[in-house]
């Protein structure tokens, strides 16, 4: 099993940046990809941003230009860098990662980080 720990969330005005930060430990080895998703009240969770199995990058198209994924190695610790933050970013950003064959993967969740920006 893998355990995720997110950290970096907080407050912060419109217009500026955030760096969250997810560490991953356990059986790190059976990790096939690793992203960041959001919830917001009232709304279903929805992928921010992503690394596949090969290394590329999936962004929402929201937060596209504004946000930037990356990695220590794989996979060890991922990063989410917010940039130009706005208020409907406000959420509870998730880390995730895929487990498993990629005939029968599974995820696995952090506890989240709540991200607010007031405007």
């Known amino acids: 099993q893998v355990h995720l720990v997110e950290s970096g969330g907080g407050l912060v005005q419109s217009g500026g940046s955030l760096r969250l930060s997810c560490a991953a430990s356990g059986a790190t080895f059976s990790i096939f990809a690793m992203g960041w998703y959001r919830q917001a009240p009232g709304k279903q969770r929805e992928l921010v941003a992503a690394?596949?199995?090969?290394?590329?990058?999936n962004y929402a198209d929201s937060v596209r230009d504004r946000f930037i994924i990356s990695r220590d190695k794989p996979w060890s610790t991922i990063y989410l860098e917010m940039n130009n933050l706005k208020p409907e970013d406000t959420a509870v950003y998730l880390c995730n990662a895929w487990q498993g064959p990629p005939s029968s993967l599974f995820a696995s969740w952090g506890q989240g980080t709540q991200v607010t920006v007031s405007s």
């Open positions: 690394f596949t199995n090969t290394g590329d990058t």
